[in-house]
C-alpha cells in the first residue's frame, strides 16, 4: 500500500481564500464609518509543527474552546520576540530545502484567539506567511502576504455580545518563497487587526488622481469612486469625477504641500477625508523628472525593523525615522523590499520624501539552485505575484509620495514581472522599477545596485556596456539611470560618498540613489553584568546565517546616527557653498524651492579659537541657481595663526522634523595657513650615554627603546603598526591579503642604533614570520637643550624590502604605544568632532575638539577599526576628563598629560586626500584585541591606555557589498613612507 501525500494547505501557492477584493480601503482614522481596532492581548499557544496538540484539529476556534491554559501574546507582535522559538537570520539562503512549494514539517505555528463585543451591527475584517481566519467557529478565510492588508466580509457570522476571532499563522509555508528577503524571520500577527464598519452604500474603491503641468502653475484632478462626490475646500472644487484644472500649490518632497479632500459616497452614508498633492512624474528623455524638473534623489532603503519590536514598528518608531532622514538631508525612500505600514506612507506625503513603493516579493534564495524553478518565470505562482502587485497597488495607490512602483527585489526575471509590470501600466502613469530586469524590457528606469563609480561614470555618459540586441540597447540607453543600492552602510563606511554625489549632479541620465541601509538590524541583550550589547545572525544559534551582514544601517540598533548618516547628510546637502578668493558662492541643489528658509552666518577660528561671527545678508538663492556674494571683510582676516571661516545655513524657523537653527548646509575654508613652530630648529639636547641612554626629557633602554618622557612612562614599546582591526568592509575583500601577508603578526626586531650630532636613530626590521619580505624602519630621534621644554621629535621612515607579493595597499601606517591608564580625556586641534577616514570625511571640521578616552570610540556592534580622528595637528591626552579640557587653553593650566604635535606633511599635494596633520586614536586596548571581539562586551580593557598616532589610514570602501576604497585612497605598500610628530610631557 502507498500513500501519496497532497500539499497541506499552506503550501498552496494560491495567495488567499475567502478574502475580499483589494481596493483602496481607507484606514480608521480617514473614514467617519465606525471602526474597532482588535490589536491586544489575544490568547495564544504555541506548537513547534502545524498540527493541533491531542488531534484536536481546529476545535480552538469554536467561541466555547477554553483557552484557559494558554499563555497571552500582544497582537501586533512577533512570537519569536515574546517568548517562543527564536528569531533567524539569512540573507540569501533559504532556511530550509529549496523545495517549492513545499515547507518543513518542523513549522512553528501561533494560535490566536480573541473575543470582542462589537461596537455597531454590520461588519467586514482585515487581519498574517499563512494564516486562516475563523470568527465564532465559521471559517471566513485564509491569506498569505501579510504585510498588505486581506479583507474578510463577516457580516454573516457576527453576532451582537461576545465573539470570537481565531487565527491560526504558520512560519513557513508556500508564501515563504515568495519573501525571501535579506531580513531577519519574524513570525506572528505584525501588523494592525481591525474590525471595519462599512454603511450600507459607503464607499467602495477609490482612486484620485492628480498632475501638476509646470509651465502653466495649474492641477489638475479627477477620479474614479464609482459615483462619490470629491470636494477639495481650499480650492473649491466638488466634482462627481470629471477632469478639473486650476491653479494650485504642487507638492515635492521640498515643498510637501497637500490639500484636505473628501469623497463622499453616492447617498451619503460615508466620508472619506484625504490628503492629496498634485505632482506628475516623467523619465522622457531619460531623465528623471517631477513636475517638470530633474530631480536627484538622495535616498536610503528602509526595511521595517525596531530592536524590541522588530517589524511591529510603533507609529513613534515611524516618526522618530522620518524626522532623522529629513534633518539628515534625506529626499527618497525605498521600501526595501515591500509595501510598509500604510502610516509611513502617510508620513512621506506629510513630511516630504519621494517613495519607491515596492512590491513584497522576492526569491533570492533560487540563485542557489540556479534558478531552477523561480516563481518568476511559472504560471503556477502568477496568482500569487499578482496578488501582491495589485494589492500593493490598491492600497497605496493614493499617496502623493509615490514616484515609482518596484515589482520587488532579486527575484530573477521572467513572465510574471511582465505581467506585473503590465497590469500597473494599465492603471497608473507613474514609472516602472525592478533591478532584475537587467535588460529593461518592463521598467522605466535602469537600476543597479552597487556599481563601482567608474560604472556610475559611463551610465551617467550613456556608455554603459552594451546589451546583444541592439534594440534592448537603445531602450535601455534612453532610459535613466538609478543605483536603488550603493553604500553599503555595513560597519564602519561606506566610503566614497561624496565621489558618487559628484557623479549624480554632472550627468543628467543619474537620478540619484539610495543607500543601503537605513537601520542595524541588531536586538538588545545584556551581559551578566548588565552591559547592553546587540546580538546578530548566528546569535540565536540558527542553522546556517549570514551572521552580522544585517548589521549594515545609516543608524545603529537604537536609531542613533552612525559617523555614516553624518557623512551622507554633508554629501547630499543641498547647498553647496564655496569660499574662494574672499567670495563665498552658493549653488543650490533645491529642485524647487529658494534659500529664504535658511539664516547664514560666518564664524572665524584662528587656531581652534573662535575670532569672531556674524550674519551673512544674501538673497534668496533660487532652486537650482548659483550666486557669489563677497565675504565682510572681518570674516576672512586671522589674528596669526591657521584661520578658517566657515559658513553655516541653518533653518530660520523650526519645521517638523527639526528646530530653528538645526544645520542644513556648511562649508569651511582656510583662510592663513598656519605658522609652524619647528622644534628641531633652535639647539638640541645631547645625547647621555650610561646604563640607559638619555635624550632630553627622554630616557631609552639600551636598545632604543622609548621609556619615557618627561613623567610619562610607556608602557609598550613604541612601535609602527600597519594592522586595523578590519572593518566589515575590509573584512570582504583587503582584510585577506592583509592577513594573508601577516600585518596582524608583525616581527620587529632592532637592528642597530646610531647615536649622532643629538639624534638617537634605532633601526628595525619589521616582518612577518616565515617570510624574507618587509620594512626597514629607522626611528630618529631629537630633543630641545632647553630643559623645561620635555619634547621628543620621531622621524619615521619605513622602506620596503623584497616583493610585497599581494599587498598593494596598507591598512594604516603609523606608530602604536602604551601609556598609563590614569589618561582620561583628549582634547586635540584638528578634524572633528567625530571620527573620519579618508574617503569619509565631508562631515569634520577643523576646531578644537574634546572626548573622554571613553567616549572616544565609535560603537559599531561588531567591533572593528573605529575612532580615528583625522587632521589632528597637535593633541593632548590628559589625566583631566574631556569637561575639564574644554575649559582650559592649550597652554597653562592644571593639566597633565602627553601632548601629540603632528609634522607637517611630506606629501603636500595630497592633502586634499589624507588632510593636513596625523591621524589619532586612544583607546583602552590594542587593535589586535579589538579585532578580536565579536561582540561589544569582548573589548578589553587592557589596563593601559593605547594610542595609534597614524600617517595614514586606508579609505574604507564599499567591499562588504560593493567596491573597495578607490585607488587614490590606497596606502602604496610598495614605496619608502615618512613621517614625523612630536610628544611632548605636560
Ligand atoms: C542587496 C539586496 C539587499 C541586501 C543588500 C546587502 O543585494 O537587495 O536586500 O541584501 O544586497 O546588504
Known amino acids: 500500500m502507498s500513500t501519496i501525500f497532497h500539499p497541506r494547505e499552506h503550501e498552496d501557492p494560491r495567495p488567499q481564500r475567502g478574502a475580499l477584493p483589494a481596493i483602496a480601503s481607507p484606514a480608521p482614522h480617514e473614514t467617519n ?329 522576492e526569491t533570492h534564495g533560487f540563485s542557489e539552485v540556479g534558478w531552477e524553478n523561480n516563481p518568476s518565470d511559472s504560471e503556477r505562482w502568477t496568482p500569487a505575484l499578482m496578488s501582491r502587485v495589485q494589492r500593493m497597488w490598491n492600497r497605496d495607490k493614493n499617496h502623493t509620495c509615490i514616484v515609482m512602483w518596484s515589482l520587488g527585489n532579486e527575484a530573477g526575471i521572467g513572465i510574471n514581472q511582465a505581467r506585473m509590470s503590465w497590469w500597473l501600466k494599465q492603471r497608473d502613469d507613474r514609472p516602472i522599477h525592478y533591478e532584475g530586469d537587467y535588460e529593461c524590457k518592463y521598467v522605466d528606469v535602469y537600476s543597479r545596485m552597487y556599481s563601482s563609480h567608474a560604472d556610475v561614470a559611463a551610465a551617467g555618459k550613456r556608455e554603459e556596456e552594451k546589451l546583444p540586441d541592439g534594440k534592448q540597447d537603445a531602450h535601455r540607453r534612453g532610459l535613466p539611470f538609478l543605483l536603488c543600492e550603493y553604500g553599503h552602510a555595513m560597519g564602519n563606511g561606506p566610503g566614497g560618498l561624496t565621489e558618487y554625489q559628484d557623479l549624480f549632479q554632472r550627468y543628467e541620465r543619474l537620478m540619484g540613489g539610495f543607500i543601503w541601509e537605513w537601520i542595524d538590524h541588531g536586538f538588545p541583550r545584556k551581559t551578566k553584568d548588565g552591559e547592553k550589547y546587540y546580538v546578530y545572525g548566528g546569535d540565536f544559534g540558527e542553522e546556517i546565517t549570514d551572521g552580522n551582514f544585517c548589521i549594515d544601517g545609516l543608524l545603529f540598533p537604537n536609531r542613533k546616527p552612525s559617523p555614516a548618516l553624518l557623512e551622507l547628510k554633508k554629501v547630499i546637502e543641498p547647498l553647496r557653498m564655496t569660499v574662494q578668493n574672499g567670495h563665498l558662492t552658493i549653488e543650490s541643489r533645491y529642485d524647487f524651492i529658494d534659500t529664504s528658509h535658511l539664516a547664514l552666518t560666518w564664524d572665524l577660528q584662528a587656531e581652534g579659537k573662535s575670532k569672531g561671527s556674524g550674519d551673512l545678508e544674501v538673497d534668496p538663492v533660487a532652486a537650482r541657481a548659483r550666486l557669489t556674494v563677497p565675504l565682510p571683510a572681518e570674516a576672512l582676516q586671522g589674528p596669526g595663526g591657521e584661520t578658517y571661516v566657515t559658513i553655516t545655513a541653518a533653518l530660520k524657523k523650526g519645521t517638523k522634523w527639526a528646530k530653528k537653527g538645526h544645520v542644513v548646509a556648511w562649508t569651511q575654508e582656510r583662510v592663513a595657513p598656519a605658522t609652524q613652530v619647528d622644534i628641531l630648529s633652535g639647539e638640541l639636547a645631547a645625547v647621555e650615554i650610561g646604563d640607559n641612554i638619555k635624550l632630553g626629557a627622554a630616557e631609552f633602554t639600551a636598545r632604543g627603546q622609548l621609556i619615557s618622557l618627561g613623567g610619562i612612562k610607556f608602557l609598550s614599546p613604541l612601535n609602527v603598526q600597519l594592522w586595523r582591526a ?106 572633528g568632532p567625530g571620527e573620519a577616514y579618508p574617503d569619509s570625511k565631508a562631515h569634520v571640521a577643523v576646531g578644537d575638539h574634546a572626548l573622554d578616552i571613553d567616549d572616544w570610540a565609535t560603537p559599531y556592534v561588531r567591533p572593528q577599526e573605529n575612532g580615528n580622528r583625522m587632521g589632528v595637528r597637535r593633541a593632548l591626552i590628559s589625566t583631566s576628563s574631556a569637561a575639564a579640557l574644554t575649559t582650559e587653553s592649550w597652554f597653562g593650566g592644571n593639566r597633565g598629560g602627553l601632548e601629540v604635535v603632528s609634522d607637517p606633511r611630506q606629501d603636500k599635494d595630497d592633502e586634499e586626500i589624507w588632510g593636513t596633520g596625523c591621524n589619532l586614536t586612544v583607546r583602552r586596548c590594542t587593535s589586535k584585541q579589538l579585532g578580536s571581539a565579536t561582540h561589544t562586551p569582548d573589548i578589553p580593557d587592557d589596563g593601559k591606555v593605547w594610542v595609534n598616532i597614524d600617517y595614514k589610514h586606508s579609505g574604507l570602501g564599499s567591499a562588504s557589498c560593493g567596491p573597495g576604497p578607490q585607488e587614490k585612497y590606497y596606502i602604496k605598500a610598495d614605496a619608502p613612507i615618512t613621517f614625523g610628530f612630536t610628544l611632548r610631557a605636560v
Not at 501586533?76 to 517568548?83: D, I, K, R, S, T
Not at 454590520?122 to 502576504?145: C, D, I, L, P
Not at 621612515?797 to 599581494?806: D, N, Q, V
Open 726 to 831: 578590519p572593518t566589515d568592509n575590509d573584512r570582504n575583500w583587503l582584510a585577506k591579503y592583509w592577513l594573508q601577508y601577516g600585518l596582524d603578526r608583525l616581527h620587529e626586531r632592532v637592528d642597530g642604533i646610531d647615536v649622532r650630532s643629538g639624534h638617537i636613530t634605532v633601526s628595525t626590521l619589521v616582518c612577518p614570520a616565515a617570510t624574507n619580505k618587509g620594512y626597514r624602519v629607522t626611528y630618529t630621534y631629537a630633543a630641545p637643550r632647553d630643559s623645561k621644554d620635555k619634547s621628543l621629535h620621531i622621524h619615521v621612515r619605513l622602506a620596503p624590502f623584497g616583493w610585497l607579493s599581494g599587498l598593494w595597499t596598507l591598512p594604516r601606517v603609523g606608530v602604536e604605544f602604551a601609556i598609563d591608564k590614569s589618561h582620561k580625556g583628549v582634547k586635540w586641534y584638528g578634524l
Open 33 to 361: 464609518a465606525a471602526s474597532q481596532s482588535l490589536n491586544g492581548t489575544w490568547r495564544f499557544r504555541y506548537t513547534e509543527t502545524v498540527e493541533a496538540p491531542d488531534g484536536e484539529g481546529d476545535a480552538f476556534a469554536d467561541p466555547g474552546y477554553s483557552d484557559k491554559k494558554w499563555a497571552s501574546m500582544p497582537v501586533p507582535a512577533h512570537w519569536v520576540l515574546n517568548g517562543y522559538g527564536a528569531p533567524q537570520y539569512q540573507n540569501i539562503k533559504y532556511p530550509f530545502p529549496v523545495d517549492a512549494p513545499y515547507v518543513p514539517d518542523q513549522n512553528p505555528t501561533g494560535w490566536y484567539r480573541y473575543s470582542f463585543t462589537p461596537k455597531w451591527d454590520a461588519h467586514k475584517e482585515r487581519g498574517m506567511s499563512w494564516y486562516k481566519v475563523w470568527v465564532n467557529g465559521q471559517f471566513v478565510g485564509s491569506s498569505t502576504g501579510s504585510r498588505l492588508p486581506a479583507e474578510f466580509d463577516v457580516t454573516d457570522v457576527l453576532k451582537k455580545g461576545k465573539n470570537v476571532i481565531a487565527v491560526r499563522v504558520h512560519q513557513w509555508s508556500a508564501a515563504s518563497y515568495l519573501e525571501d528577503q535579506d531580513e531577519w524571520w519574524l513570525p506572528g500577527i505584525f501588523r494592525d487587526v481591525t474590525l471595519l464598519h462599512r454603511p450600507h452604500g459607503c464607499v467602495q474603491d477609490y482612486f484620485i488622481r492628480t498632475e501638476y503641468d509646470h509651465k502653466s502653475g495649474k492641477g489638475t484632478v479627477w477620479h474614479d469612486s464609482d459615483g462619490c462626490v470629491l470636494s477639495i475646500p481650499e480650492l473649491g472644487i466638488k466634482t462627481p469625477g470629471d477632469k478639473m484644472t486650476i491653479d494650485v500649490e504642487p507638492w515635492s518632497a521640498e515643498s510637501p504641500k497637500l490639500y484636505k479632500a473628501v469623497l463622499t459616497s453616492k447617498n451619503g452614508s460615508e466620508e472619506i477625508t484625504l490628503k492629496i498633492g498634485f505632482r506628475t512624474v516623467t523619465t522622457n528623455g531619460g531623465v528623471f523628472r517631477v513636475n517638470g524638473r530633474p530631480v536627484k534623489l538622495n535616498g536610503v532603503n528602509r526595511h521595517e525593523f525596531h530592536p524590541d519590536l522588530g517589524r511591529a514598528v510603533s507609529q513613534e518608531s515611524m516618526e522618530q525615522d522620518i524626522k532623522l532622514m529629513k534633518a539628515h538631508n534625506v529626499n527618497a525612500v525605498r521600501t526595501s523590499h515591500y509595501p510598509p505600514n500604510r502610516a509611513w506612507l502617510d508620513l512621506c506625503d506629510e513630511y516630504g520624501l519621494y517613495v519607491i513603493d515596492e512590491c513584497d516579493y
